[in-house]
């Protein structure tokens, strides 16, 4: 029988080492961030954002994220199942839409189920077991819990926003605060800012405490002079409602007549 050297038992137990250290480090993928930020919603809300630290598969997911009510029963046929999960460029932000037709009114799964939230009920989301591209599982389940409030029937209104100016030659924000959470990703891609000439300007957008507020912070010091903000009329809140109707409109109540109208803003930089 050949003898092991006394040795490669140092060298296993190395290797035994290295590979547990190894496992050890692996950063694996964690919810970062949930949007709406605030953990009261309306009954017809209609998508959700979770964020991830890590670049996630994008596949087979949706099936792993439930939600439960206050007994602990899971809600069925809650989320929209597309063909194609809603990702981002990153693939560190999936988008979950509640079923359109059981939030929208006068639909046949909305009068058969009715909407899958109930005003005056928590729920927990839970999100479990998603991998990253990288193979690495989630180290554990995340929940957030959301409570419901009655539905929300009221469009966004711009005449009721508050902006705030910087002073020329200034690094200073430009921001606008909301009366109401509006849509997170609705905030990033429908609000823009641009000069006379209508060129964008260079900076970074970011999103205040429970969506209520947008913040510019310019890359240079501001201007002076006439500068305009752009409004997409598909920007929206929570519930789908956006600037030109109810998500749950009648037939002939919309604003326009047709969707994603630009609406500009002049102010004055001095």
């Known amino acids: 029988m050949r003898k092991i050297p006394k040795n490669a038992f140092s060298i296993l137990i190395l290797l035994a080492t ?24 309306p009954e017809n809300l209609l998508r959700m954002y979770v964020q991830f630290s890590s670049p996630m598969k994008t596949t087979g ?11 602990g029963k899971e809600v069925k046929n809650v989320f929209f199942n597309n063909v194609y999960e809603l990702w981002n460029r990153e693939q560190t932000q999936l988008t979950l839409i509640l079923d359109p037709a059981r939030v929208k009114t006068g639909l046949v799964a909305n009068e058969s189920w009715g909407r899958a939230i109930k ?25 957030w819990k959301i409570s419901v409030e009655k539905a929300d029937l009221q469009v966004p209104d711009i005449s009721q926003w508050k902006i705030e100016i910087p002073m020329a030659g ?39 405490k429970k969506e209520k507020e947008w913040r510019f912070q310019p890359q240079e010091p501001w201007k002076k002079g006439k500068h305009l903000l752009h409004v997409n009329t598909r920007l ?10 109810l998500f749950d409109h009648k037939q002939g109540t919309l604003k326009y007549e047709k969707e994603g109208i630009i609406k500009t803003i002049p102010f004055l930089i001095n």
């Open 236 to 245: 929206e809140d929570p519930a789908g409602n956006n600037l030109n109707g």
């Open 61 to 71: 997911n949706l099936e792993k994220i439930k939600l439960f009510d206050e007994q």
């Open 119 to 143: 005003p005056n009920s928590i729920y927990t989301l839970v999100v479990d077991e998603l991998e990253d591209v990288d193979h690495n599982k989630m180290a554990k389940p995340f929940e």
């Open 170 to 208: 200034s690094p200073t924000e430009f921001s606008i605060r909301f009366p109401e959470m509006l849509d997170y990703n609705s905030m990033i891609q429908r609000l823009v800012l641009t000069d006379t000439n209508k060129q964008p300007l260079s900076g970074t957008i970011s999103i205040g």
């Open 18 to 41: 290295i590979t547990m250290a190894c496992k050890q480090s692996v950063k694996r993928p964690v919810v970062q961030a949930v949007y709406p930020s605030s953990q009261v919603v």
